[in-house]
């Protein structure tokens, strides 16, 4: 295991429906990410979080909100997604904020289906 | 436009054999080149990372190699196993402390056949 955990792993709802992806890391980093990866298309940056604070926000639709408690834990919330947003997310986290040799641990991925 | 080419898309070997992955890239400016091992419905795992002055870096079988002057990187697997079967991503990290502009490419899919 890579000392970061994501829950649930597989996850189907409704377009109308709520549900929150949890990610907890138990490795002391400081900065942790959401990830998107859909098929045949490489891994796309969301979120990042850096002694939680949000340091970088790429584009994305605000249908995903995401929250970091504190620097064990982020959450991605989400309402009224689309069928396109079916996909694999992934966390990761690293030491600082993976500038240099700074490693980023991914947790296993949430498969999320939208229907 | 930072971007990232991978090749072969996919390849398929038999077990004991040795392949190579390509990664043409032009990040710029360039500070570090990683590479991930991604097995079907997992995370990535970080298999080397080279910064721009490494030419070579070896983890076990895997062994990566950087030409930062011609934008090219390969990863080279010895004797393959049946658990090297998996996607493996290229991702050149420009010069920025925040590391959140880590380019991912789109991964070559591995198969090793017994």
């Known amino acids: 295991e890579t000392g970061v955990t994501q829950t649930p792993r597989h996850l189907v709802m409704g377009m109308t429906n709520k549900k929150s992806l949890k990610c907890e890391q138990h490795?002391?980093?400081?900065?942790m990410y959401w990830y998107k990866q859909s098929a045949k298309k490489p891994l796309e940056l969301m979120f990042v979080?850096?002694?939680?604070?949000?340091?970088e926000n790429n584009s994305v639709p605000s249908r995903f909100s995401p929250e970091c408690p504190n620097s064990s834990h982020l959450f991605l919330h989400l309402h009224t997604l689309q069928p396109e947003d079916s996909a694999l997310y992934l966390c990761?986290?690293?030491?600082?904020?993976?500038?240099?040799?700074?490693?980023?641990?991914f947790g296993a991925g949430t498969r999320l289906s939208v229907l | 436009k930072n971007q990232v080419e991978q090749s072969p898309q996919s390849l398929i070997i038999l077990e004991g054999k040795n392949c190579t992955l390509q990664?043409?890239?032009?990040?710029?400016?360039?500070?570090?080149l990683r590479w991930y091992k991604q097995d079907t419905g997992r995370g990535p795992v970080s298999l080397t990372i080279?910064?721009?002055?490494?030419n070579t870096k070896s983890n076990g079988r895997y062994t990566a190699t950087l030409d930062a002057d011609t934008k090219q990187s390969s990863l080279h697997i010895t004797a393959s196993q049946l658990s090297d079967s998996a996607s493996y991503i290229c991702?050149?990290?420009?010069?920025?402390?925040?590391?959140?502009?880590?380019?991912f490419g789109k991964g070559t899919t591995l198969s090793v056949s017994s």
């Open positions: 990761a986290s690293s030491p600082g904020l993976a500038g240099g040799r700074d490693i980023q641990y």
């Open positions: 490795l002391g980093h400081n900065a």
């Open positions: 979080y850096s002694l939680e604070e949000r340091v």
């Open positions: 990664c043409n890239y032009t990040v710029s400016p360039f500070s570090n």
């Open positions: 080279m910064t721009f002055s490494e």
């Open positions: 991702v050149p990290g420009p010069s920025n402390q925040a590391g959140t502009a880590l380019i």
